[in-house]
């Protein structure tokens, strides 16, 4: 999750910045096109919620793995579905990169609730596979 404190991170060499698509991006397109940063605005200026997920740190915290599932998995069961820190109705998701294999991974472990919860799904620069069911179809078909 984004918080000041731990906006830069040093991964196997590469430094990781939450809320940045990649570094080329922004020095091709700038911060709007480059970063999560015009979602953040427009989340604001509607008066929506936002949490900015980074799943790549593998930050080790007790309770959730360290892996990119395991910290997605976690935010989703105990911050996400907990009424004592979110009262959301529903969610729309924007997933980058290895975000669409966390939210499949979020699907396949949650699909109930995944389905009642969210109600749209942006996909950039992403890769996941959603298991192929008529639940599926429906849902896709929904909200595309």
């Not at 997605?72 to 998701?93: G, Q, R």
């Not at 969210?118 to 179809?137: C, K, L, M, R, W």
């Amino acid at each position: 999750m984004f918080s000041t404190d731990s906006r830069y991170r040093r991964s196997q060499g590469w430094v990781i910045i939450t809320s940045v698509w990649s570094r080329s991006s922004i020095g091709n397109f700038g911060l709007t096109e480059g970063s999560v940063f015009p979602f953040i605005e427009y989340a604001e200026k509607n008066n929506y919620s936002c949490i900015v997920l980074n799943p790549n740190l593998g930050i080790h915290v007790s309770g959730f793995s360290d892996s990119m599932e395991g910290h997605s998995l976690y935010v989703w069961e105990n911050i996400l579905m907990n009424p004592k820190f979110c009262s959301a109705d529903y969610f729309l998701i924007v997933a980058h990169s290895a975000g669409g294999y966390c939210v499949t991974s979020i699907f396949k472990n949650f699909s109930k609730v995944f389905l009642e919860k969210v109600i749209s799904i942006a996909f950039t620069d992403s890769f996941f596979a959603f298991p192929q069911s008529p639940e599926i179809n429906k849902f896709v078909k929904e909200v595309n």
